[in-house]
């Protein structure tokens, strides 16, 4: 409905506010002072101030405070097939919510090929080559008790300077594709519990196939850690090798929890790099 107006790719600050005659919002907000403005207009500058509210790019008319809507407005608002609505909060609780709602809904979002999930409470995407293994992981993952957010084509809007929101397209929405099972509905499977709506992106989990001389080459220490840049966003990144043997769920879980604990400051390598230091340093065995 909004986005028929002409206002795609405008701010959400442009699109709703109080109400405004000469610079018009396509969401216009109406409480008890905007309401005993017009009725202290004049009859006929009344008459010219309700219909220029319902012409032009006004696309939806709210009236809040738990105030009724005059005859006259819901008149106007029949007459011009302008949705009018009430709510019981104040108007700048109103344009608050629509504002961080239309921030998120019109915000330019790129898809990323990867499974998104909620690993112990931590947005986590996992990305690999075709055929590694991402949903089988994730099936695995939710089976363990973690939830899916999207498979295949999650996408991602920047809602703030350095938050990525994920969420599922509506056609994708808890399906998951298992080569050798097809299409699963993990809803339907597991219960409603294991299916998260949005997420923020904290962490990316890359899969990568190594072979013996590549898994020689890693940091035995610190893994292999990176940033990955979306949307202008960086999302610390950590490489998890795909050989025969490993479970990857689990060293998914460490990933996440290792996580969390560097963003608390804690670093295992360099504690451990330290605690070496002073046994070498006391002459400790």
Do not use: W
């Not at 506010?17 to 009344?46: A, C, D, F, M, W």
């Not at 106007?76 to 961080?100: F, R």
């Not at 992981?137 to 809602?159: C, K, Q, Y």
């Not at 519990?193 to 080459?217: F, G, P």
């Amino acid at each position: 409905m909004i986005q028929a107006r002409e206002i795609s790719g405008a701010g959400a600050g442009v699109i709703v506010g109080h109400l405004n005659l000469i610079r018009q919002h396509p969401v216009q907000v109406l409480g008890r002072t905007e309401l005993n403005y017009l009725h202290n207009l004049g009859k006929n500058s009344r008459q010219d101030a309700v219909a220029q509210l319902f012409a032009g790019p006004t696309a939806l008319v709210i009236v809040t405070g738990g105030e009724t809507p005059p005859d006259d407005l819901m008149q106007a608002a029949e007459g011009s097939a302008t949705p009018l609505l009430t709510s019981t909060l104040p108007g700048h609780q109103v344009i608050n919510h629509l504002q961080y709602f239309l921030d998120a809904a019109l915000a330019v979002h790129v898809t990323v090929h990867g499974v998104f999930l909620e690993v112990t409470g931590v947005g986590t995407l996992v990305t690999g080559d075709s055929g590694i293994g991402k949903s089988e992981l994730a099936l695995e993952l939710i089976s363990r008790g973690h939830r899916l957010v999207a498979d295949d084509a999650p996408e991602f809007r920047r809602v703030a300077p350095d938050t990525l929101r994920g969420t599922c397209p509506p056609a994708l929405r808890d399906f998951l594709e298992v080569r050798g099972l097809g299409v699963l509905n993990v809803r339907a499977m597991f219960g409603d519990s294991v299916i998260k709506y949005d997420k923020n992106l904290r962490l990316i989990v890359h899969l990568e196939a190594m072979d013996e001389r590549q898994m020689r080459h890693l940091d035995r220490l610190h893994g292999q850690r990176r940033s990955r840049a979306i949307q202008g966003v960086d999302v610390p990144q950590v490489t998890l090798p795909v050989i025969p043997g490993l479970n990857l769920a689990v060293l998914v879980e460490c990933a996440v929890r290792g996580h969390i604990l560097s963003l608390r400051g804690y670093n295992a390598g360099q504690d451990f790099i330290e605690r070496q230091q002073r046994h070498m340093t006391q002459g400790e065995p």
